[in-house]
């Protein structure tokens, strides 16, 4: 028999995604330890998880694929192949649908389109405490996108404007942002989106305690340390004005210990009957609220409470380890409005999660 990590190596196939089609009752393992609670899979359900992985990809809903790997099981083949029929019809159509919206889309674009100057200069050149920009870049890098579809998004913003730098990350789901003082730059507002490897290498540089030389020319970022220096190209891309993301309404304020709280989500209840797909791969949903006196309860399959709040555990796990600090803030206005973290300290580095809408 195959283990679960086997499977997903093997299947194509997360692990994680692995325990959701199990809950799903989709692809269930062939035997459950009863003490761990650790998937044993036979060998031919190997086939299965390779074949529900390419139908995941072509992103058949999970209703049809229960029904294919049905047909697959008792060799129906007039029924798989007309549910893939029919499923490649249902693609042809929204794709059709989908290229009249955005070519409707494209036409208002250019309609807005106006002359004013772009954020982007020809030259800027400024000082930054090597500390400080270590701590903004480690503050936001857990939140920048990996996507290729989103190739806007797959760097780090640097926004230069008097004598601050923002660096902000983001991947629609949760924007992290952080600050760090500057000197030497006199000039306009200035952005440019620093490729991550590009950032990745820049932060392997800032372990000293001196400034650094951050310079923008054009198309070029570099970063001078001493006698060290990496440089590349910036992304080719607008970011996102992030700026109007980040007034949320006035909520409720909880101060957490943020080891006693990582605790309670790590080994707290999820929403397995919530649990979603982002992106298509399935994640764990935490539900939690703040109480009258301040305190924050990681909440159970049986509590509906309207103030309840839901987001990507994986992701509040990650804002809270980008936080670096033994006690965080959690801002929280309606269920449906973004979770923020802030520090006690510095509120000017925070990130913002987006809720899941709860299920009633």
């Known amino acids: 028999m195959r283990s679960i990590g086997e499977m997903a190596r093997d299947g194509g196939l997360s692990v994680s995604a692995l325990r959701f089609y199990d809950r799903a009752g989709v692809l269930v393992p062939a035997w459950v ?3 761990s609670g650790y998937r ?3 060998p031919e359900q190997l086939e299965e998880a390779r074949l529900l992985a390419r139908l995941r990809r072509a992103g058949m809903p999970l209703a049809d694929i229960r029904l294919v790997l049905a047909g697959w099981a008792g060799a129906d083949t007039d029924l798989v192949r007309g549910l893939l029929d029919a499923h490649l019809r249902r693609l042809e159509l929204g794709l059709s649908d989908a290229r009249s919206e955005f070519s409707t889309l494209r036409a208002l674009l250019d309609h807005r389109e106006n002359p004013m100057t772009s954020l982007r200069t020809a030259a800027a050149r400024l000082s930054v405490p090597a500390p ?3 701590a903004a870049l480690d503050t936001v890098r857990f939140a920048a996108s990996t996507d290729a579809e989103l190739p806007m998004l797959g760097g780090i913003l640097f926004d230069i404007e008097g004598e601050e730098l923002h660096v902000v990350a ?3 789901y949760r924007m992290a942002v952080a600050q760090a003082r500057t000197t030497g730059h ?3 507002r200035t952005q440019v989106v620093v490729p991550l490897p590009l950032a990745d290498a820049m932060r392997a540089l800032l372990t000293g305690e001196e400034a650094v030389q951050l310079a923008v020319d054009d198309d070029h970022v570099s970063l001078e340390t001493g006698n060290r220096q990496t440089a590349g190209q910036s992304l080719g891309h607008e970011f996102p004005d992030y700026r109007r993301l ?3 309404p006035a909520g409720r304020r909880a101060h957490v210990d943020t080891a006693t709280f990582r605790q309670a989500l790590e080994t707290g209840p ?6 979603r797909e982002q992106d298509g791969e399935p994640y764990d949903l935490s539900v939690f609220r703040v109480t009258e006196n301040g305190s924050v309860i990681v909440c159970d399959d049986g509590d509906d409470d309207q103030n309840n709040v839901a987001v990507n555990r994986e992701f509040l796990l990650h804002a809270l380890t980008a936080g670096a ?5 959690l801002e929280l206005g309606t269920p449906t409005a973004p979770l923020a973290i802030r520090r006690p300290d510095d509120e000017g580095a925070f990130s913002l999660l987006m809720p899941v809408r709860l299920e009633n």
């Open 33 to 35: 330890n009863p003490v």
């Open 40 to 42: 044993w899979y036979e």
């Open 132 to 134: 400080e920009l270590a």
């Open 170 to 172: 983001t991947d629609r």
């Open 186 to 188: 006199g000039g306009p």
């Open 246 to 248: 980040v007034h949320l």
């Open 270 to 275: 999820v929403r397995a009957s919530e649990t």
């Open 325 to 329: 600090r033994d006690e965080l803030i």
